[in-house]
């Protein structure tokens, strides 16, 4: 029967591709849905885009190994949604342009910002498209007894086809159809039925060490460096920019944001709690990321065990869809106009061709990429570290100070790439030290190179405040 409402669900998926499929006749329906998205589908398929594989495989896993304090990694997604949409959403919706370095390019008036970004941007995506691709394992490993990487590259198959054949459309459709699959799955099944398995709060608290029961037991500089890369994260990155970007006004940007926001903390406390249930029941599992599956197929009905497996999937794939039409797009309007010296076409039918093909080739990058990594964590927490060290501080910079630079930003950018890397290479990817060094080496090149420079022009300045107000 699980097996069963899997197959159905992903059959579903497809169809939902077909009909986006109608609607994507121009890149800014296949990008960004034609930026007519309202309150319901923008924070349905918001909440669908940041809860992934790494918030619920992940969050259930972390739950599993750390108790409570499993519940931050998500928490403090949540938080940075709910900032970005209060602050920086309103100011994001009416641009009118498709990715960040289009903006760095509006805001500094450098091709060079717009260069640098771009590709650590593209790194940055890619790496959360391997995330969620890489979660797909843990459920089609216990549910179809398939080895991880037949797994993978079915859960890709299936996202690479609906995300190509819709695009955003396709994406928002499934995302709804996912949200609901989620919020059924983990809050009305999974959470209240694994929780009396266990015996209720009381079997948690008889079973499980006191440790389990404490937010703050992985210590205060871990907590911090958690909230600097997923609270900052989700600040500047493209997939979630371009999902604002699909909204239909700054209100719609604003309040669904919150309110995804607040949906999205409470489905991390439900996560680790779940996590904790799963540690009471297998306390032996091999692999910590099984939680999730092993309850759903093990402890929960038949069927409804399907519906919760497919809250997973829903979750992976959600994400995974919104990282490849993030990854095409920035191929597609800023990589390639780089490399061949040409721009990117201006909104029309013909270059809606070329989104797809970018996106199946970069789907086949990612599947192949998940293929290598295989911890989702560690996967989820290299693209933050791309991100946050590498580009939060010229977009940021840029939205707050006027004497901000193009000189300056791509210093920014280059500078905290390269230290990020440099304190993986000293102290591994799961270390707290390489975003410090990061941030703090993008922070110095930015203040530094941009006194240093000279102004941006008033000319761009005042197109830049112009945009803004519009």
Sequence with gaps: ????????????????????????????????????????????????????????????????????????????????????????????????????????????????????????????????????????????????????????????????????????????????????????????????????????????????????????????????????????????????????????????????????????????VAGSVIGMSARVLEPNLAKPDDAFATLAQNYLPAGLGGVVLAAGVAAMMSTASGTLIAASTIMRVDIVPMLTGRPAPEPGVGSVRSDRVYLVILGVVATVLALVMTDTVTAIRLGYNILIGGLLVAILGGLIWKRATGVGAALSIAAGSVGVFIGIAIFGVTANQPIYIGLGASLIFYVAGSLLSKPTSPEIMQAWERSRVS
């Design 1 to 268: 029967m699980n097996i069963l409402i899997i197959c159905l669900y992903i059959a579903a998926l497809i169809i939902f591709g077909l009909v986006g499929h109608r609607r994507s006749g121009t890149n800014e329906e296949f990008r960004v849905a034609g930026r007519r998205l309202g309150p319901v589908l923008y924070t349905g398929t918001l909440v669908a885009l940041v809860l992934g594989g790494a918030s619920t495989i992940g969050g259930v896993s972390l739950g599993y190994t750390q108790g409570l304090a499993g519940m931050w990694l998500v928490v403090s997604i949540a938080l940075g949604v709910i900032l970005l949409s209060l602050f920086f959403a309103p100011i994001i919706t009416k641009f009118k342009l498709y990715t960040v370095a289009q903006v760095l390019t509006a805001r500094y008036g450098s091709k060079l910002t717009s260069r640098v970004s771009s590709v650590v941007m593209l790194a940055y995506t890619i790496m959360v498209a391997v995330t969620s691709t890489t979660a797909y394992a843990s459920i089609f490993r216990v549910l179809f007894g398939l080895d991880s990487a037949w797994s993978i590259i079915l859960g890709s198959a299936v996202v690479i086809i609906y995300s190509m054949l819709g695009g955003m459309w396709a994406i928002t459709l499934t995302d709804m159809f996912q949200f609901a699959f989620m919020t059924v799955g983990m809050f009305f099944l999974l959470l209240p039925l694994s929780l009396s398995a266990a015996g209720g709060w009381e079997g948690l608290t008889t079973r499980l060490d006191a440790e389990f029961f404490n937010p703050g037991s992985v210590g205060l500089p871990s907590l911090l460096t958690m909230f600097v890369l997923y609270t900052l994260g989700q600040l500047s990155g493209q997939v979630i920019w371009q999902r604002v970007f699909t909204a239909r006004s700054a209100r719609v940007a604003r309040w669904g944001g919150v309110t995804a926001g607040l949906y999205v903390a409470a489905y991390g």
